[in-house]
């Protein structure tokens, strides 16, 4: 029976080193910046899961992972550190996370996954299980698919995926998340903006959309949404903005669309909206048009940041700044830099000039 007992002891005990083995695989001395709870930082170089027993006493409160060899976060590659609030992982060559690569954090309020160029994928049952997250950062890496719901039911409040390589935004994984204020896609590959895009997030304050490829905004895809600090939508392929974008009355403080292939924009667009401030350069604004809206930004105290071009017959024609639009005098440098630049833009137009010749401002 003595015999049985110590060979059953053994079997638990090789299959729990296997466990550890295949959980923590490829933690072997990593160092780990810590940040204990008395506010004393210290480095420590470990060669098993993160957890307390590994931390030489330490009661840790953040914990910096940077520019180590970490292909893959297992399950339970983090775990039981419950004064935890902030961890991250920076340049660490992340291939995959498993789902249950954290666990028992009940504190955790900031997590940073970032510059790990072969992260390709965020699946379910990774940052969901917990309650208490509040930013979450995952930009800087390659991830083009999360699964669906992988965010939803979170308390979320900050949101980076900036510097990926998406193709497309899926408001079902943020569903039942409501908290997101601060909302970054900055720097992706997206080119559409879906109509339920951000009916989950009634709290959203910031919106960064900015060097996309977004070509089509869906109807109502800000319903619901009251109040704006910045909305930026710059350096995509918006050629217009329909008025139903914005079903009802959306303060806005800072609008940013420059950087667009815009020709207008409507009356009936800017009345839904409340704009503290705008900025529309480097667009293809016709000149025909350009009065129109900047009467409009004007008799509503709304500011116009930087220069902007108007253009008549697809080449430009006149230099605007502040709320005048008037063309240059022959013969100056202005005028020699617009015929420059002419030559130039005919080429890029010519395609522009087919599919628009029957546009008319409204």
């Known amino acids: ?5 110590k060979l ?3 079997i638990l005990v090789i299959s729990y080193s296997v466990i550890l083995t295949e959980c923590c695989r490829g933690l072997e001395d990593v160092t780990l910046t810590i940040k204990d709870k008395t506010g004393i930082w210290s480095n420590l170089t470990v060669s098993a899961c993160i957890e307390r027993k590994i931390l030489n006493g330490l009661t840790a409160t953040e914990i910096y992972v940077k520019n180590q060899y970490l292909p893959t976060l297992g399950k339970d590659f983090v775990r039981h550190l419950v004064k935890l609030h902030t961890l991250k992982f920076q340049n660490c060559s992340i291939k995959s996370i498993l789902p249950g690569a954290f666990r028992n954090l009940p504190s955790i309020w900031l997590v940073e ?12 049952g990774i940052f969901d299980i917990f ?7 995952l930009n800087n890496n390659n991830i083009n698919t999360i699964t669906d719901e992988a ?13 990926n390589n998406f193709s497309e ?18 720097n992706n590959r997206i080119t559409k903006i ?18 996309n490829k977004i070509y089509y905004i869906g109807s109502g895809a800000f319903r619901r949404l009251k109040s704006l600090k910045l909305l930026n939508l710059s350096n995509n392929r918006l050629k217009s903005i329909g008025e139903n974008v914005f079903p009802g009355k959306l303060t806005v403080e800072t609008l940013n669309i420059a950087g667009n292939y815009l020709h207008d924009i409507p009356t009936e667009l800017l009345e839904k909206l409340i704009i503290s401030e705008i900025y529309l350069d480097y667009n293809y604004f016709f000149c025909s048009c350009y009065n129109t809206f900047m009467r409009y930004f004007a008799e509503n105290d709304i500011k116009v940041r930087k220069e902007a071009n108007c253009y008549s017959n697809y080449l430009p024609v006149c230099l605007v700044s502040g709320t005048a639009c008037q063309e240059p005098p022959p013969n100056t440098p202005e005028s020699r830099k617009i015929e420059e630049l002419s030559e130039k833009l005919k080429t890029a137009y010519r395609l522009s000039r087919d599919n628009d010749k029957d546009f008319k401002c409204t």
């Open 169 to 186: 935004f899926n408001p079902v994984w943020f569903a039942y998340s409501p908290r997101i204020r601060q909302l970054n896609f900055r």
């Open 151 to 163: 965010l939803s039911n979170m308390t979320l409040t900050e949101v980076d995926f900036s510097y």
């Open 8 to 10: 059953l002891f053994l």
């Open 194 to 211: 879906p109509k339920t895009a951000f009916e989950d997030m009634m709290e959203l304050e910031t919106i960064e959309f900015q060097n």
């Open 131 to 137: 309650d208490t997250i509040h930013i979450l950062r």
């Open 113 to 124: 996954i970032s510059h790990n160029p072969k992260l390709t994928l965020i699946q379910g």
């Open 1 to 5: 029976m003595g015999f049985k007992c």
